[in-house]
């Protein structure tokens, strides 16, 4: 985390304000990473944003079906909400300060370019299932149907935007205490090791 930390301190010497995006798989401890690299910032970081503050209504998030992965991965989030917010924040802090963006899917097209500095925590499908199960009471096998939606839906964005080769920073976070690993190394690179992202 210090190494992070620093990274986007040394940004923050550089640049009016520093946006920092926390991306991860349901379930991959985006919250609490941010909640940390929040302390680590200290001062410097004036808010935290959680995505989940921002889901389109139901009706447009269940448009595609309410087992949909395409509903979930394209539909889930109001990102017009989500940017307004951030501009908002962002206008509203101090110089040289810091705000911390965390969610899925933050490494889309429609939001990559708005990182200063982002991370993309890697965890297997059959660890953040397993988490969930203790967190939400879902099943705790990802291939389980009942998990099609969510799991499905994150691997569609795996397939559309392969986050870890965007991020600057990737974390195998399936352990408590991550570690920064290269982005080829990560379980989802493994997946969907035959190409490479759109430009």
């Known amino acids: 985390m210090n190494v992070i930390a620093t990274s986007v301190n040394a940004i923050a010497l550089q640049q009016r304000r520093v946006l920092v995006g926390i991306d991860g798989v349901d379930g991959s401890g985006k919250t609490r ?66 705000v911390v963006v965390e969610g899925m899917f933050l490494h889309r097209e429609e939001l990559r370019s708005q990182w200063d500095f982002s991370v993309f925590l890697d965890v297997p499908f059959a660890v953040t299932a397993a988490r969930m199960a203790v967190r939400d009471g879902t099943h705790p096998d990802p291939e389980h149907p009942s998990m099609n939606r969510y799991v499905g839906g994150q691997r569609l964005y795996f397939r559309t935007a392969r986050p870890w080769q965007w991020a600057d920073v990737v974390v195998d976070n399936s352990v408590d205490v991550g570690a920064i690993i290269q982005p080829e190394d990560s379980s989802a690179a493994r997946l969907y090791s035959g190409g490479t992202a759109e430009d």
């Open 33 to 98: 990473f941010a909640a940390r690299l929040a302390d680590s910032l200290g001062s410097s970081c004036s808010a935290v944003i959680h995505v989940d503050d921002h889901l389109n209504a139901p009706a447009i998030r269940h448009a595609r079906g309410r087992h949909s992965p395409e509903g979930f991965w394209l539909d889930t989030y109001d990102l017009g909400s989500l940017t307004r917010t951030i501009e908002d924040v962002v206008a509203r802090s101090g110089k040289g300060s810091t």
